[in-house]
């Protein structure tokens, strides 16, 4: 089993940036590429951004390339979603997910763990 926690959320002003950490406990000693995922009322979760368990290989959804950043520190147990230039779009619910893969993959059904998400809100 793997438990993850999310942090960082909060309010924001368009234009400014969030950093969200995902602490990751348990049985870390697994391979996981691991995601980030969001989701707004109504909608469904959607992919934000991938990451290898290496670190060498990350994906991103178009909507969020060249603003968003995904990387991790294996030591920590911990990875982190740098987000700059936000925009009230971004505004949702931002989920840490853990996928036991060697591929990036991005549907939500794929992902194997999650945590409990953590509120973003970007006002105009």
């Known amino acids: 089993q793997v438990q993850l926690v999310e942090s960082g959320g909060g309010l924001v002003q368009a234009g400014g940036s969030l950093r969200l950490s995902c602490a990751m406990s348990?049985?870390?000693?697994?391979?996981?590429?691991m995601n980030w995922f969001r989701q707004t009322s109504g909608q469904e979760r959607e992919f934000v951004a991938a990451i290898s368990w290496g670190g060498g290989r990350t994906d991103y959804a178009d909507s969020v390339k060249g603003r968003f950043t995904i990387s991790r520190d294996n030591a920590k147990n911990t990875v982190y979603l740098q987000m700059n230039s936000l925009k009230p779009e971004d505004t949702a619910v931002y989920y840490c997910?853990?996928?036991?893969?060697?591929?990036?993959?991005?549907?939500?059904?794929?992902?194997?763990?999650w945590g409990k998400g953590t509120l973003v809100t970007v006002s105009s």
């Open positions: 997910a853990a996928d036991q893969s060697f591929i990036l993959r991005k549907l939500h059904s794929d992902m194997d763990y």
């Open positions: 348990g049985r870390t000693e697994r391979l996981y590429a």
